[in-house]
Nanobody
Framework: QVQLVESGGGLVQPGGSLRLSCAAS????????MTWYRQAPGKERELVAA????????SYADSVKGRFTISRDNAKNTVYLQMNSLKPEDTAVYYC?????????????WGQGTQVTVSS
């Protein structure tokens, strides 16, 4: 049974920090590219950050670059999103995604999401 379970969301003041976690099970975690997406009310879901299988290659949306850091611990089957200097516009539901492309097909798994609210 494939599962991606996000945690760590909550209410934080502008300028504060949160660390999101995504615990994976039911598949070979180390074989997958891991990403974080977010979706704010009235907006489309957007890619926030991505990390390659071994964790040495990362990418970020321009809106979060320099403030957010994605990392993974393959021994713990967990991907993290460290969010610093949070802004009200970061308010959204954050989703963990696992993706693998093979010759035969694409594997794409999603978590249930965790709410992040940045407000004073």
């Amino acid at each position: 049974q494939v599962q991606l379970v996000e945690s760590g969301g909550g209410l934080v003041q502008p300028g504060g920090s949160l660390r999101l976690s995504c615990a994976a099970s039911g598949f070979t975690f180390s074989s997958y590219r891991m990403t974080w997406y977010r979706q704010a009310p009235g907006k489309e879901r957007e890619l926030v950050a991505a990390v390659a299988k071994v964790g040495s290659s990362t990418s970020y949306a321009d809106s979060v670059k320099g403030r957010f850091t994605i990392s993974r611990d393959n021994a713990k089957n967990t991907v993290y999103l460290q969010m610093n200097s949070l802004k009200p516009e970061d308010t959204a539901v954050y989703y963990c995604n696992a993706n693998l492309r093979t010759i035969a097909r694409e594997y794409d798994y999603w978590g249930q999401g965790t709410q992040v609210t940045v407000s004073s």
